[in-house]
RNA sequence: GGGCGGCUAGCUCAGCUGGUCAGAGCGCCUGGUUUACACCCAGGAGGUCGGGGGUUCGAGCCCCUCGCCGCCCACCA
């Protein structure tokens, strides 16, 4: 006998592992079956499972549980991502904490041995959570992005790229993190809007006395790389010192004002200084006027020797307050006003002030490989979901900047360029080969050095859908698996990583990476507040499956994956859905107890009484939305829909009104048990991909019960239900039958009880609704109710219609009338209704413009409905006045 | 500055191509425990679908407009 409730800390572990170990994750090797895989986003070695990996990992987990069900190979490919910066800065705070000796002093290689140790040592943390979710990867194939194969593949796609001249070395503006000393890209910066100054200073007129040009700028310590000041060219105010030079202060250097459509009248003085090594807009004004650029600061934002002496070696934000009290001191500041400023932030510890800065870095044509990648989408080949994305998608991708993808770390794929003395780069996949590329370019060989530096994180990571697979030394998988089936992820990752992954995937596979992106939206708490360790209101999802269970965290993740942008999660939330499980586990617990075996060979098609054609037509309607639902990767409709029919119809309707046919003695008895068998099997396998563990214990306890199970249901064929299952004839009676009982109050909890011990009877007489529920429902409830004016009439295919005799004297349960006054207000209540309904109505078909315009089913569903309102008020209102004659 | 999304019961949200669409879960109120389940059952209260205009025989659902809220992007001195 099954217990009270599911015991999800008993059962998932041991269940975890004999999945694990009965080799179910990994995809089949039958030939015939059609690939399906799906490519994990890989989480940082350095991670812990979040909310949203359990919302992303339970999707794709329900997905490729379901593929796997409906015999496909199944493949679902995890790994971790070494995660360049956030792991090299962790390992490095970790020392810093216990007291070792930096980065730097270390050394490249200890350091990096450092990080491995730690890899080692800390990295299984996420994939082992994950297991705690039920994730039903394919162990046996994880990856690392550091991998030997996928290091490959990162060296081979980065030459491939350099020979097409889609990578290249180009001295530019990057964004500089002077605390980590490295470029980062576009995307890794973040604008936070603060609270600033603007100073307005006077720049004097070269050759003028007296006269100056005022300039407004936020950062007055870049006026030490000014190279010019710059008015636009239709300024009135400012024409006649076009061409004109001022004697920049502090510096005491000359620089010429120019005329610059750059310089926006309407902004500041008008008049704008110009730091072409500082700032991306002064970069460009100075490539178009042919200015110097003059660096001022060293590689951790400290004044370099460019700056006057008294300045070097200042932190860029001393600098700021010297040079603006020096300024005042020389009478050249002439005011400073509170600006509200977008200041850059690095996106990773949001405290450090990204610097553009000008250094040598290694760049990817993004624009060129864009082009496939937008084509793609805008040809259906990868469609988003929503598709809302798709514009976010594409505007990014049609406005994309070349990616920068060197970075001056050491944790990461070191870049393979090797340099000679000359500075020339020999970009090939070993040192043997760049070696042997300088030889063929000099004539001889020369020392090379390889470049110090190492990718971006997302390089490797773009490459993750094929270079996970064997790719580019074993394409076996490559060709069985690319394209992968779906891409489930979240939108926050969607220009990192899922745009690159396109624009790689199609330059060199030549097909999108996926056929599908499922978008995820962000989860937030109960109150669509986002969480953040600052406001107390993070959920860690481990603790929620040690509460609750894996498979009611699983179900809430999908069931609210409908949300599209925020999903707000509450334990109340997780707790409905919880109890959906004890539900189904009760009512697992009720076949078994009323003998629900499955029978060897039984049919659903052939069962004859009512109640079983009718959930054969039910469940027939549910596998379909299911399947449909997955099919389609709506997560959240297929949960509702198992929610409603395992607790709205199998529960509320199915077991209810079976308890009396299953009654000792009854008729259809054994034909019901077999029919609710096979049900709960259904569902089962339905809830499956949703709820692992607990239907897969359930599949397990009732295997005793009948023929013997072949396998586990992790592999149990998903079920194929012909349409014929459908039983409309059943469904019209069955539905007449709910709304009947539905209408009696209490009827229900009766039907819990054995008729012996029914609670005294009320006699009353039979009124048209009494009629209608008893004749609609004889056969299902008569022996509910002990009738005694019911009366049998011969039908015509030689069974027995039942009808009760007008005044005859039959009997409800007493709970049935006892508030008669609350159920007059009710019949009172529902008359007023009627009549607003009837009035309604009535005054549409009364339009003439309704009846012509509108179509005809329109017209005749309000006849219809105007009939029907129309007969129940006669009919409730004679329930009506019986009720108070009674009263 | 540009773009996107949201504003539906106390809370969190469903409502697909305009015609039972005014819903669900939770919360709240009332009543109910002899053997599936109190992680339960039966019932109830509660919303002029952000405001205003328009299109239509008919609009949460389409158009315009206003108002909040949120997100993304952007080089604004």
Redesign the pocket.
Known sequence: MLD??FDPAAVEPRLYAAWEASGAFAPTDDPGAAPFAIVIPPPNVTGQLHIGHALNNTLQDVLIRFERMRGKAALWLPGTDHAGIATQMMVERQLAESGNIGRRELGREAFIEKVWEWKSRYGGAIVQQLRRLGASCDWSRERFTLDEGLSAAVRKVFVTLHKQGLIYRAKRLVNWQPQLQTAVS??E???V?VN?S?WRIRYPIEGEAGRHIV?????PETMLGDTAV?V?PDDERYKDLVGKQVRLPLSDRLIPIVADE????????????ITPAH???DFRVGQRHDLPLINIFTPDAKLNDAAPEKYRGLDRFAARKAIVADLEDLGLLEGVDA?R??V?YDEKSKLVVIEPYLTDQWWVDAATLAGPAIAAVEQGRTVFQPK?WE??YF??MR?IEPWCVSRQLWWGHRIPAWFAPDGTAFVEETEDEARAAARAHYGRDEPLTQDEDVLDTWFSSGLWAFSTLGWPNELKDVERFYPTGALITGFDII?FWVARMMMLGLHFMGDAPFAKVVVNALI?D???Q?MSKTKGNVVDPLELVDEYGADALRFTMAALS???????L?R??I??Y??F???LW??A??CQ?NGCERVDGFDPATVKHVQNRWIRGEALKTWRAVTDALEASEFAAAA?ELYRFV??VF??WR??LAKPVLAPGGEAAAETRAMTAWTLDLVLKLLHPMMPFMTEELWEKTASAGPPRDSMLIVAPWPQLPASYADPEAAAEMALVIAAI?EG??V??EL???PS??PPLLVTEAGPRERRILEANTAAIGQLLRVDGLRFDAAADGGAVPYLAEGAAFALPVAEFIDLAAERA?LA?ELAALAGDIDRTTKKLA?P??VA???EE?VD?NRE?LA?AQAARERLGAALKRLEGVG
């Open positions: 009270k409730t576009d995307l910066v973040v604008n809007e600033g603007m300039v407004a700028t936020t950062r710059a636009h750059h310089a926006d009248p309407e902004k500041g003085t008008g008049a704008v200084k700032d991306f807009n600006n400023m977008m850059p809302v514009k976010t505007d990014w406005n220009f937030r109960e109150h669509g986002k409908g949300q599209v942008r925020n999903i707000s509450s109340q939330r707790e409905g919880r109890n499980g004890t539900k009760n009512a617990r009720f107890m509702d607790w709205n529960c509320d077991l209810e539905s109050r209490s229900r909890s819990n009880v054995p011990a029914r009710r209540k339009n413009d309704f315009r509108a179509p329109v569903e409905r029907d």
